[in-house]
Structures are given as C-alpha cells and as structure tokens.
C-alpha cells in the first residue's frame, strides 16, 4: 500500500475515534452534567458475588492512553469484592485486530505491554490493524511469535471479542474510555468531567452497587 494513502486512512481512524469523544462531551452538556448514567435496563454480569466493572477502552482513542496509567494505580487499591475486566472497543471492522491483541495479551499475562500498544498505535504510527502486523509487533517486543499468533486465533480468544462485542453493545458504548459499574451504572471523563474524577464517581458507584446487594 502507498504510504501516502496508508496515513490517510490511519489519520481518518484517529479523527473517528476523536469525533466519539466530542460526541460524549455534547451528550454530557445536554444532560445536565450529572457524573453517571443509570442502565436501563440493568445488565446482568459475569461475576457472581463481586462488583464487576467494565473498563471500556480502544488503543486508537488518547484520552484511553491517558487514563491507563491512573487504571494502574487505581486498580490495585480495590477491595477483593471488586472485579475489573478491561473490554477492547472495536467500532468497526478495522479495528477488531486491537480487540484480538488485547485478549492475547492478557491471556499470556503480558498487560504490562498496554503502554506499549498505545504507543505503537498512537505515537509510532503502526496502526496494528491486521493480524500479520500485530504479530510483527509482538515479536518486537520479546513475545514468542509463534505462541503469540497460536493465541490470537485461538476459540478462547475468539470468545472473548465476540463477548466484547455483546457488552459494547448492551452498553450502547458511543465513545471510550468508559466505566461500568455493577450493570447498573456508567460514567466516564466525560460525564464526570475529568480523568481522575471519572474513577471517584467509579468508587462512588462501587459503593452504591455493594449496599444495595
């Protein structure tokens, strides 16, 4: 592919992904400024006796990039009764090879190479967006390439992003990054109006789901 034509489209996916996030900056000055939103209606969860929280997120979208490092520290810091699962946010086709990453890394614990995904998306210009080059990539970065690609096309990987695919959709996800709390409640930067303030509302909620069971 010309790399003329090859940087126009990546740049066209960046601005689509900026343009979600004006989207949710519109919707939160319509509403009223309220810090969350109520699911209606609730969504049942994946983690019995715990409160599940969705992290939202996609590798092409910076305010994602800006929030991961505060995920790092935040989630550490939760009660056992909390259950964090980090959902890749594909809104087309084009980007369901980040989704297909996503779940390989983590299925071979390798999520402390997240900052290096967003860098590679967002400052190096590789757009990672087919299987081939996300298999480059990850030999790049010390990964077994064979092990990696055997994972990447696994059922089990598989699985996940089709499930992904069911939250994003359950959760009318318009824009990332974006938390859901308990099937009961989402927020967001833009909702709550900050990064940091996003996750307040989230241990606010957290809260809220534990006391009413």
């Known amino acids: 592919?010309?790399?003329?034509?090859?940087?126009?489209?990546?740049?066209?996916?960046?601005?689509?992904?900026?343009?979600?996030?004006?989207?949710?900056?519109?919707?939160?000055?319509?509403?009223?400024?309220q810090p969350f939103a109520v699911i209606d209606p609730p969504q049942a969860?994946?983690?019995?006796?715990?409160?599940?929280?969705?992290?939202?997120f996609q590798y092409g979208c910076p305010h994602c990039r800006a929030m991961e490092p505060l995920l790092l520290k935040w989630e550490p810091k939760l009660a056992d009764d909390v259950?964090?699962?980090?959902v890749p946010v594909a809104f087309n086709a084009s980007m369901a090879p980040?989704?297909?990453l996503y779940y390989s890394l983590e299925?071979?614990?390798?999520?402390?190479?997240?900052?290096?995904?967003?860098?590679?998306?967002?400052?190096?210009r590789n757009p990672l967006n087919s299987p081939e080059r996300v298999f480059d990539w990850a030999a790049k970065q010390g990964l077994d390439r064979a092990e990696f690609e055997s994972m990447y096309k696994s059922f089990g990987v598989a699985a996940k992003v089709k499930r992904a695919q069911q939250l994003i959709q359950a959760y009318n996800i318009q824009s990332v990054p974006a938390m859901?709390?308990?099937?009961?409640?989402?927020?967001?930067?833009?909702?709550?109006?900050?990064?940091?303030?996003?996750?307040?509302?989230?241990?606010?909620?957290?809260?809220?789901?534990?006391?009413?069971?």
Do not use: C
């Not at 994946?46 to 992290?55: S, T």
């Not at 299925?107 to 190096?124: G, I, K, M, S, W």
């Not at 859901?180 to 967001?188: N, P, Q």
């Open 1 to 33: 592919m010309n790399s003329r034509v090859f940087n126009r489209q990546f740049a066209w996916q960046l601005l689509f992904v900026l343009l979600l996030s004006a989207v949710a900056l519109v919707a939160r000055a319509q509403g009223g400024g």
């Open 45 to 56: 969860t994946d983690a019995p006796g715990k409160v599940e929280v969705l992290a939202f």
């Open 83 to 86: 259950l964090v699962r980090h």
């Open 98 to 100: 980040w989704q297909y």
């Open 107 to 124: 299925a071979l614990d390798r999520r402390d190479l997240q900052v290096a995904v967003f860098n590679a998306v967002q400052t190096e």
């Open 180 to 213: 859901a709390v308990g099937g009961r409640y989402l927020t967001s930067p833009a909702l709550a109006n900050g990064y940091q303030q996003s996750l307040d509302v989230t241990d606010d909620l957290i809260e809220r789901v534990r006391q009413s069971g």
